[in-house]
């Protein structure tokens, strides 16, 4: 799930890991068309509108909202 990756970028920040960007988009592209909004966001839209989908996806999937405020808290396309 998409959540994995997200909580697995906060988690491995503690180890000081590299978020690679890259990575990430493939690994959401692996989840279909899931995770085509993000992806598609990725490409052609700008940091602020990938956050907003991932915090769509967030909270169209029922889970935490607070997950939004780490979400927002980061660069996902730098």
Not at 52 to 67: F, R
Request: net charge negative.
């Amino acid at each position: 799930m998409i959540i994995d990756l997200i909580l697995e970028r906060k988690e491995e920040e503690g180890f000081q890991k590299k978020y690679i960007p890259k990575k990430f988009y493939n690994d959401c592209m692996e989840y279909g068309t899931i995770g085509h909004d993000i992806t598609k966001a990725m490409d052609y839209k700008t940091e602020a509108e990938v956050k907003k989908e991932l915090c769509h996806y967030i909270i169209n999937n029922g889970y935490n909202e607070d997950i939004c405020n780490y979400i927002n808290s980061r660069n996902w396309i730098e």
